[in-house]
Structure formats: C-alpha cells, structure tokens
C-alpha cells in the first residue's frame, strides 16, 4: 500500500478516497495488477459505468452477484454497485474484506424502507410471511422470512402454500407486478425506485411509432402503465438474453442505461434504444450507481477503503433469509 495516511472520518465524509491520480496512469493495467496482487475480486452490476464493466471478473443482476459473492475464494470482494449489494455480499462473507468504491452509493428504493417503520407495519400482520426485495437495507433483510431478486421472486412465491398470506417490500410496482402473475394478494409496502418510476408511456408510445418493429422490454420495477406495453418484462439478466435470443432487430430498454453497453456488445448489429423519461434530463441513469467510477475503483483498490462493516448480530439476522432465497433458487436452477 502506498504511504499516505486516510483518515477514516475523510472517508465518512465524503464517501470515497479522495486522492488526486497521476493522469499518465493506465487504470485498467493498475486494476488488473491490483487485482493480481491482492487476490481480489471484481463484482459489477449491469447498471455501471461502461469502464467498470470492462475491468469486472463477473457482471450481473442482483442475484448473479449475490450468487457470485457465496462461491468466490478471492481475499477481497470489490463491489462495484450500490451499498446493499456490497453489504449483501459481506452478510454472506463475514471473514472477507467486502469493498464499495463509494460509500455514499445508495438506493432511493432501499431508502424508502426505513426498518423501524417497516416493523411497525409488519407487526399489524402476524400471520403474514415476509417476502422482503434485495434492495434493502441489513435492517430490513433482518425482519424479512425471505430475501428474493427480481429473478427468482416469482418462483420463491410460487414456492409457498396458496393459502400462505405474504407482505411484500420495499417495492410496490415489483410486488403488483408478482401479484399480477402469480394470482396473490400479497400486502405491499410503499416503496419504488426513481429511475424505474421516471419512464414515459408517451415517449415511448410515440417511439413505437418510429420504430414499429422494435420490442419494449422492461425491468419490473417499472410502473404498470409502461410493465402493460411491454413485450418481455425481466430482470436485468432476463432482458440481457431475450435481447441475445430474440429474433428481433430493435428493443426499447425500460431500464437503467447502464445495461445497454453489455446488450451493444453482445448483439453489435441490433438497435437499443433507451425509453425515454418524463423529463429532459438523463434521469434513467440511476445517480447512485453512478457515483462509482474508475478513478474511485482504482483507490479503493489500493487503499482497501471504503470497507463494509457490520455488526455481527444484524449480520446473522440478514443471512437467514439471504440463505433462504439461495436455497430455494438452487433448488429451481435459478
Ligand atoms: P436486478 O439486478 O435484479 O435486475 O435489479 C435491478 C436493480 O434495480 C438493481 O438495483
Ligand atoms: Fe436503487 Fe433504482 Fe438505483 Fe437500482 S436503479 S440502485 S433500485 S435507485
């Protein structure tokens, strides 16, 4: 590690290691070699940067991460995503260094459930089963029966008894969403994501109109107008290989932006056109996810700042039903 003292609170503060880099460096050779010496690990979400994605060892939706962060031997897990998948990935590795380039990459979704309301709520329902969405806080997976991911959460539902009465949180346009599909009347919590939330049925009803041909494809946290117009709706993976599998030329992508560099790269002769929000502004790039960049992968790297700590009891309470979700997505091949 090179000689330079960070004090813990500068990183409290503003969230990353804030030290100037020499201009003339090639950041992916230093990654590559960072990565080498420190047998460490990068794991990215399909909503990072395009550089990030380059330099990751895997990239996937919420649940390949969380999949990828039980199995992996590496010394240190470098989590280029947002606090809950890094701290998801830390519940499952308690002996391992679990990295998050900034600290301060948050979720508006997982804020939206605080856990000391969401207690209260819960408690008005005894009976119920509490099937909780991985974007969320360690407190609220604390108080959740099962944790799914918009990959396996219709399995996991449809896994419990008819008649199991279920609330589901944080996010209200996911859980409407699930119980359109699997015919239940779970309770839902108020919570939804303001990147998902942002998309314009009229935009895009008016760019169906330039593009006849092309496919609408939507993550479901999106609300249900834009979810009713939409020819596939799936997780970020799902949408990924409908995008390589469809016989289809053009797709219009109901999600954030940073999924299109892996459906560009992958399918390079098809269109992919971002659906377009309700405002000017780029708003379907989720501001939190982007707080990552290359610069910031790189001193965390070197520094091994900022670290996720836990608190062990929470971290057992979390891994209940983090493990009850991988057990349950094991079973069904998922
Ligand atoms: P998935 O990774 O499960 O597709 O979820 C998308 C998302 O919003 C992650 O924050
Ligand atoms: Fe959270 Fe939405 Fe950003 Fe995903 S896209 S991290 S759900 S705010």
New binding site residues.
């Given amino acids: 590690m090179k000689d330079i003292n960070i004090e813990k609170s500068s990183i409290d503060e503003v969230g990353f290691i804030d030290v100037a880099i020499d201009p003339t460096l090639d950041l992916f050779a230093e990654i590559e070699r960072l990565k080498k010496e420190k047998n460490a690990i990068i794991l990215a ?1 399909y ?1 990072q940067e395009p550089d990030i994605q380059d330099v990751a060892d895997f990239i996937g939706d919420s649940l390949g991460l969380a999949q990828q962060a039980e199995k992996t031997d590496a010394s240190i897990i470098v989590f280029a ?2 606090h ?1 998948m890094a701290e998801t990935a830390k519940i499952l590795n308690p002996g391992k260094k679990v990295l998050l380039p900034d600290l301060k990459a ?5 804020d939206s459930a605080p856990p000391a309301l969401f207690k209260m709520f819960r408690d008005k329902y005894p009976d119920h089963l509490v099937i909780t969405y991985v ?1 969320c806080s360690a407190g609220m997976k604390a108080l959740s029966d099962i944790i799914c991911t918009s990959s396996n959460a219709q399995k996991i539902i449809e896994s419990l008894p008819k008649e199991q009465q279920i609330i589901f949180a944080p ?1 209200k346009n996911l859980g409407a969403y699930l119980n359109k599909v699997t015919g239940r009347n779970m309770v839902l919590w108020n919570g939804s ?4 939330e942002i998309f314009s049925l009229e935009k895009i009803t008016k760019l169906k109109v330039r593009h006849p041909k092309a496919l609408v494809i939507a993550h479901p ?1 999106c609300e249900e107008v834009v979810l009713a117009v939409a020819d596939y709706i799936g997780s970020t993976t799902g949408l990924l290989k409908f995008s390589q599998q469809s016989d289809a030329n053009e797709f219009i992508v109901a999600t ?1 932006t940073g999924i299109l560099h892996q459906m560009q790269k992958s399918n390079p002769f098809k269109t992919f056109i971002p659906a377009p929000p309700n405002n000017s502004c780029a708003c379907n790039d ?4 982007k707080l990552n960049t290359l610069e910031k992968l790189y001193l965390c790297m070197q520094y091994e700042q900022p670290e996720i700590l836990m608190d062990e009891t929470l971290r057992i309470a979390a891994a209940k039903p983090i493990e009850r979700m991988l057990q349950i997505s094991k079973k069904y091949g998922l």
């Fill in positions: 979400h909503y995503g947002v809950f948050g979720c508006s979704l997982s974007n996010d994501c303001m990147v998902h946290e954030e989720c501001p939190h996810m």
